[in-house]
Nanobody
Framework: VQLAESGGDLVQAGGSLRLSCAAS????????MGWYRQAPGNQRELVAR???????DYADAVRGRFAISRNSARNRYYLQMNSLKPEDTAVYYC?????????WGQGTQVTVSS
């Protein structure tokens, strides 16, 4: 499985962005997909996660503002981010939990200006 994120950008506080994660390869092996982020000097943290069966988890900091979704083919995953705040600034990574381990994308930069 390979993952490629896109959609990161510079946006003003209060604005919106939609990140995309394209999954290729043996996508049938994916058991869960998630979005993580890492700000400078911080550890990588979970933003949102969708597991097989459709259960979804959100970090408290983004619940009500962000939404994770996928297409019907389960090979493209999205993170809709609304009401963005400067503290949302980070590199956002797509993650896939597969039957043989975790796969990560290269990350996409999101910068929110105040």
């Amino acid at each position: 499985v390979q993952l490629a994120e896109s959609g990161g950008d510079l946006v003003q506080a209060g604005g919106s962005l939609r990140l995309s994660c394209a999954a290729s390869g043996s996508t049938a092996a994916i058991r869960a997909m998630g979005w993580y982020r890492q700000a400078p000097g911080n550890q990588r943290e979970l933003v949102a996660r969708m597991v097989d069966g459709g259960n979804i988890d959100y970090a408290d900091a983004v619940r009500g503002r962000f939404a994770i979704s996928r297409n019907s083919a389960r090979n493209r995953y999205y993170l809709q981010m609304n009401s963005l705040k400067p503290e949302d600034t980070a590199v956002y990574y797509c993650n896939a939990v597969t039957t043989w381990g975790d796969i990560w994308g290269q990350g996409t930069q999101v910068t929110v200006s105040s």
